[in-house]
């Protein structure tokens, strides 16, 4: 899915939340919206909903990395090369 940045707090019920989303959605498949969770879009509901799931997963595994105590992030290096390796 890439990258999935986290979009600020908006009060939603209003323009703001939709708003708040359109700089990010021509490069990136997946938002955390501050104070509201994740959000997941695609061409087709089932690669959406892939998408949720990944995001879901990778979330847990931060977790419990962070419950052992200690989490290991790769450098911008290593990840543009894993992207280049594997896509």
């Known amino acids: 899915t890439?990258?999935?940045p986290l979009v600020p707090y908006v009060i939603p019920g209003?323009?703001?939340l939709p708003n708040s989303l359109i700089?990010?959605?021509a490069e990136h498949s997946t938002l955390l919206l501050g104070n509201h969770g994740v959000v997941a879009y695609?061409?087709?509901?089932q690669d959406a909903?892939?998408?949720?799931?990944?995001?879901?997963?990778?979330?847990?595994v931060y977790l419990a990395?962070?419950?052992?105590g200690q989490v290991n992030t790769l450098s911008p290096e290593q990840v543009a090369a894993l992207r280049e390796r594997y896509g």
């Open 2 to 4: 890439g990258p999935t």
């Open 14 to 16: 209003g323009d703001e």
């Open 23 to 25: 700089p990010y959605l």
């Open 42 to 45: 695609a061409r087709t509901l």
């Open 49 to 60: 909903a892939v998408y949720l799931e990944t995001v879901e997963f990778l979330a847990r």
């Open 65 to 68: 990395a962070r419950q052992a």
